[in-house]
């Protein structure tokens, strides 16, 4: 495995059921209202949507928030554990993100980027539980799937 692609969602949105279809197990399912309907009842706190001005862009520092603060957090604690990135993407309720393969566990890498994503907006008042649990993961075994992942996420930006 040369890298992977991960997607997680923010809390509350994209719920099993969702009129886009969702992943469960490594397979894309059909939308369901009914599902997602039960699944909305289930939720502790309102869905999580994260403002553009934090989640794109490099940082500007300007008086209001900087923009990209949610990107900026991952790209930097990808270089903390010597992670490239090829491709990132946080849209208002997941992110996309192409990395090359390290010898940890996929898990450890996602784990550390919804972490220093959290701290970041903490800073700005979220304090609900920002992140459903786990991950979807792709693997790309050779260049020619890197890229083609590389190109989906490139398209994702919000």
Same mark, same amino acid.
């Given at each position: 495995? %040369?890298? &992977?692609?991960?997607?997680?969602?923010?809390? !509350?949105?994209?719920?099993?059921? +969702?009129?886009?279809?969702?992943?469960?197990?490594?397979?894309?399912?059909? /939308?369901?209202?009914?599902?997602?309907?039960? +699944? #909305?009842?289930?939720? #502790? @706190?309102?869905? %999580?949507?994260?403002? #553009?001005?934090?989640?794109?862009?490099?940082?500007?520092?300007?008086?209001?928030?900087?923009?990209?603060?949610?990107? +900026?957090? %991952?790209?930097?604690?990808?270089?903390?554990? !010597?992670?490239?990135?090829?491709? %990132?993407? /946080?849209?208002?309720? @997941?992110? @996309?993100?192409?990395?090359?393969?390290?010898?940890?566990?996929? !898990?450890?890498?996602? !784990?550390? &980027?919804?972490?220093? /994503?959290?701290?970041?907006?903490?800073?700005?008042?979220?304090?609900?539980?920002?992140?459903? #649990?786990? &991950?979807?993961?792709?693997?790309?075994?050779?260049?020619?799937?890197?890229?083609?992942?590389?190109?989906?996420?490139?398209? @994702?930006?919000?």
């Amino acid at each position: 495995m %040369i890298g &992977f692609m991960a997607t997680w969602t923010t809390y !509350g949105t994209w719920l099993q059921g +969702n009129k886009k279809g969702y992943v469960k197990n490594g397979t894309i399912l059909p /939308a369901n209202a009914e599902l997602e309907k039960s +699944n #909305k009842a289930l939720l #502790k @706190h309102d869905e %999580i949507n994260i403002p #553009k001005s934090l989640r794109q862009g490099e940082a500007l520092h300007w008086i209001k928030p900087p923009i990209g603060r949610v990107k +900026n957090a %991952i790209l930097k604690e990808a270089e903390e554990i !010597g992670q490239k990135v090829y491709a %990132i993407a /946080a849209c208002s309720n @997941h992110v @996309h993100i192409v990395v090359e393969s390290i010898s940890k566990r996929c !898990g450890y890498s996602v !784990g550390r &980027f919804k972490k220093a /994503a959290t701290k970041e907006l903490r800073k700005y008042g979220c304090n609900d539980k920002v992140w459903t #649990k786990g &991950f979807d993961k792709r693997y790309c075994y050779n260049e020619q799937e890197l890229e083609k992942k590389i190109k989906y996420v490139q398209r @994702h930006e919000d």
